[in-house]
């Protein structure tokens, strides 16, 4: 039970890669047993000309969703 989130972003964050992205948090030391937490984080990708960008303050707020 070390899987605590899955975090999933849309295609073109990353340079000519237009796959959507998946992030999997591992954490050993978990206090909720059991739970895992899924955060569609497509809503907090802005997107610029060919690109999405996800800015580090976004990021910031993912993480502490």
């Known amino acids: ?35 895992v937490r899924l955060v569609d984080g497509t809503s907090f990708v802005e997107k610029d000309r060919k690109t999405s960008v996800l800015k580090y303050s976004t990021l910031l707020g993912i993480i502490h969703t």
Request: net charge positive; glycine share 12%.
């Open 1 to 35: 039970d070390l899987l605590e989130s899955v975090i999933s972003l849309p295609g073109g964050l990353l340079y000519n890669i237009g796959i959507p992205i998946t992030i999997l948090v591992i954490n050993k030391i978990k206090n909720k047993k059991g739970l």
